[in-house]
């Protein structure tokens, strides 16, 4: 069981400017992501962040909310929390991998994500996965996002370019510098 499981965790992020989560959550198991929500509130709060919860029907829905926020309003980093149960078909396979997926490549993009979408195998799980007393997945899920956010702020000012490349404005700024004559 991993609650047995003993692992290591990062002290608190601390910044020296606000900080402004958007929180993306699915409650269509409304108690779980509700608990979740809990924790990841408790947490961005005890880092002296800011943040808003925005809603989607299910876990699929939260990396194209999350993209959309990105490109139209001004947050610093984001938190996914979803609960995905095992059922009966292989939709939950879909659901996972595909959630999973979009998310790791926004995040390769560039975005601060804390993944909290739990994929479980029954309820048993994903209650005490969400309990923010117990596992806190939520809470984990926001120190995951406010810890890449002291990352970005340590590395410098966000790049309008994709994933790693700079785009064309950086490296022409960049060709300019060595070029220019020194004093």
Request: one cysteine or more; glycine letters at 12%.
């Amino acid at each position: 069981m991993a609650g047995a499981e003993k692992h290591y965790i990062m002290p608190r992020a601390e910044f020296d400017k606000p900080v402004k989560l958007a929180i993306v959550m699915s409650p269509y198991y409304k108690d779980i992501a509700d608990n979740m929500l809990a924790g990841a509130v408790a947490e961005i709060e005890a880092a002296g962040g800011t943040y808003e919860v925005v809603e989607v029907p299910g876990a699929l829905e939260i990396p194209t909310a999350i993209g959309i926020a990105e490109r139209m309003s001004n947050f610093d980093g984001y938190v996914a929390l979803g609960c995905v149960i095992r059922g009966e078909t292989t939709h939950y396979e879909t659901v996972c991998n595909d959630s999973s997926r979009a998310i790791q490549l926004l995040g390769l993009q560039g975005l601060c994500i804390g993944n909290g979408i739990l994929t479980v195998e029954n309820r048993k799980q994903a209650e005490v996965r969400a309990d923010p007393a117990d596992q806190n997945k939520g809470g984990g899920a926001a120190a995951a996002a406010l810890h890449l956010v002291a990352l970005g702020r340590k590395w410098g000012a966000p790049r309008k370019g994709v994933g790693f490349l700079p785009d064309a404005e950086e490296m022409k700024l960049a060709g300019q510098l060595k070029d220019t004559p020194k004093a």
